[in-house]
């Protein structure tokens, strides 16, 4: 929805307002934001841990903020005070605001014992396991919220497939990987945890 809202925006600043205010608003919420992001270690997203790629993304946050504000200051002279609603739109179905309504962060799918599992602390193998038995939970998922829980429980079961062996999660995408399948032939074997 973001790109939805900011491309009217856009436009609408680019041809109403001088090129050097553009410039000038760009640069100065960009690079605040980048001073921010830098100064508290933070970027949108995962960064990651070399200091380079913290760089990078509080670039790429500054230039996203920054491009933000030139939309809104375009929205703003198209439709005054009104505008302001628009943002506050955009920033309640924004996808952290919904993330954060629902879905718990830091839980897993239950594991066979019934608790919630970190994903770290099951082997590799557990690991592929889950994956296959949440591909029968999502198809049989009675509400969204479940379904959308399920659906965030199979990609941290992917992300910690990665961190662990990423050429062994690539070679098993490019094998025609099924939802359903099982990549554990990828990824275990002699060096895999």
């Not at 602390?121 to 509400?143: G, I, K, M, N």
Request: proline share 5%; net charge positive.
């Amino acid at each position: 929805m973001g790109v939805v809202l900011a491309v009217p925006g856009l436009v609408a600043a680019v041809l109403l307002s001088r090129p050097a205010t553009l410039l000038i608003g760009f640069f100065v919420v960009a690079a605040a934001t980048t001073g921010l992001a830098v100064g508290f270690g933070t970027t949108f997203g995962r960064a990651p841990a070399d200091s380079g790629g913290r760089l990078r993304h509080a670039l790429l946050a500054g230039a996203v903020v920054g491009g933000a504000g030139v939309a809104m200051s375009g929205h703003v002279q198209l439709l005054g005070a009104a505008a302001f609603l628009l943002f506050l739109l955009a920033m309640a179905t924004s996808p952290p605001v919904i993330e954060r309504l629902f879905h718990k962060h830091g839980t897993r799918p239950k594991g066979r014992s019934g608790g919630s599992v970190q994903v770290r602390e099951l082997t590799t193998l557990e690991l592929c396991r889950q994956w296959q038995d949440s591909y029968q939970a999502l198809r049989e998922a009675p509400t969204l919220a479940l379904r959308l829980q399920i659906i965030e429980a199979r990609e941290h079961c992917l992300d910690e497939l990665e961190r662990r062996n990423p050429d062994g999660l690539q070679a098993w995408l490019a094998s025609s990987a099924s939802a359903a399948g099982d990549p554990s032939r990828f990824l275990t074997g002699p060096g895999t945890t």
